[in-house]
């Protein structure tokens, strides 16, 4: 979720913390795997099967994962190459 919300112009650290509790939160429930916190950009993540809440603050999280948008698509674009050197070194 987090690789694709970084590809959204105009997305933060908030509307990433709102599709993480969409698709993973459980609001109503008395067992949840995810959990909103009472701060902003903050979720509860049950680890150990429920046994160990873990405090996760996504402050910064859609920035880091932008930071380099070309190392992600090099992988891609090496393959795609139509040069038979570049395709097949095996990355």
């Known amino acids: 979720l987090l690789d694709e919300e970084s590809m959204y112009p105009g997305s933060s650290d908030d509307t990433f913390l709102e599709r993480v509790m969409t698709h993973y939160g459980a609001p109503h429930q008395t067992h949840y795997l995810i959990k909103k916190a009472p701060h902003n ?51």
């Open 41 to 91: 950009r903050q979720f509860i993540l049950q680890h150990l099967q429920g046994t160990n809440p873990v405090l996760y603050d996504v402050s910064g999280w859609v920035k880091a994962s932008r930071e380099n948008p070309v190392t992600k698509k090099t992988h891609t674009l090496l393959q795609e190459s139509q040069k038979y050197v570049k395709a097949n070194l095996n990355l």
